[in-house]
């Protein structure tokens, strides 16, 4: 199994991005659009020399479009998983714009390894699923209190609405149809991209380390997009609302 673009060093770190992008997008083909959603809003209530809290960053996908659309914000990275911060920290090497922190979401205490007390904007796409109910809401709790007054909280996700299960079915049946013609065109699945990550010599030391921390698939609640919006006023944020869906994922915005 190949990725094209992808050293064997395993440091041409832009390849890396692009192909966690392809992955990603076999997913979710309108990543790109909550994206832009979520930038104009940050825009729009921040200004556009925002201070970013990149919440589960990943590879740093938010605060690579972040960059690229304000070049004077400046971003903190924060997650646990090793082999997609080693990609974040190759990409972003002496950009003095983004700082990257590893922590555990679900340690009560994670806020004090952070730069900043508070940030214009926390945001976070396609990573809190893996949260069950209970710790999640301890989550917003934290978040709420790292937002400063006027900030916003954004998080785009998958966020099931069980009042309607054949508009479920019939949304996940169409989605999976497509996603095997993708592919039968060569698109890499979560799977196949660990294991290509594993092979490689810088990315596979934190890629074992990273199943040991996580295992294979999320089991998260992903409660419904009312359950988030609840809870998040309870939190302390005083304006709630969705601003981007599809048929299975919600990107909802929080205003404190």
């Known amino acids: 199994m190949t990725d094209a673009g992808i050293t064997a060093t395993g440091a041409d770190w832009n390849a890396w991005q692009e192909s966690w992008d392809r992955q990603q997008e076999?997913?979710?083909?309108?990543?790109?659009?909550?994206f832009r959603i979520m930038?104009?809003?940050?825009?729009?209530?921040?200004?556009?020399?925002?201070?970013?809290?990149?919440?589960?960053?990943?590879?740093?996908?938010i605060t690579a479009r972040l960059l690229a659309r304000f070049p004077d914000a400046v971003s903190t990275g924060v997650d646990l998983d090793p082999a997609l911060l080693t990609i974040a920290e190759g990409t972003f090497a002496g950009d003095d714009r983004v700082s990257l922190v590893a922590a555990d979401l679900e340690d009560p205490d994670w806020p004090a390894k952070l730069p900043y007390?508070?940030?214009?904007?926390?945001?976070?796409?396609?990573?809190?699923?893996?949260?069950?109910?209970?710790?999640?809401?301890?989550l917003y709790g934290r978040v709420a209190e790292l937002v400063r007054d006027g900030g916003v909280f954004m998080n785009a996700d998958r966020m099931i609405d069980e009042t309607t299960p054949r508009i479920n079915a019939a949304e996940r049946a169409q989605r999976h149809a497509?996603?095997?013609?993708?592919?039968?065109?060569?698109?890499?699945?979560?799977?196949?991209?660990?294991?290509?990550?594993?092979?490689?010599?810088?990315?596979?030391?934190?890629?074992?380390?990273?199943?040991?921390?996580?295992?294979?698939?999320?089991?998260g609640d992903m409660p419904s997009a009312a359950?988030?919006?609840?809870?998040?006023?309870?939190?302390?944020?005083?304006?709630?609302?969705?601003?981007?869906?599809?048929?299975?994922?919600t990107l909802l915005l929080a205003l404190k």
């Open 117 to 138: 007390d508070s940030y214009d904007a926390v945001l976070t796409a396609t990573a809190l699923h893996w949260f069950h109910a209970e710790p999640l809401a301890a």
């Open 26 to 34: 076999w997913y979710m083909p309108d990543r790109e659009e909550r």
């Open 227 to 249: 359950w988030h919006a609840r809870v998040l006023r309870e939190k302390g944020f005083g304006e709630v609302r969705p601003v981007w869906c599809s048929p299975s994922d």
């Open 178 to 219: 497509r996603m095997d013609d993708g592919k039968r065109d060569g698109a890499l699945d979560w799977a196949e991209w660990w294991q290509l990550a594993a092979k490689d010599p810088v990315l596979a030391e934190p890629t074992a380390r990273r199943f040991e921390i996580y295992g294979e698939h999320a089991d």
């Open 39 to 61: 930038l104009d809003m940050v825009e729009a209530l921040t200004g556009p020399a925002p201070r970013v809290l990149d919440l589960a960053c990943g590879t740093g996908t």
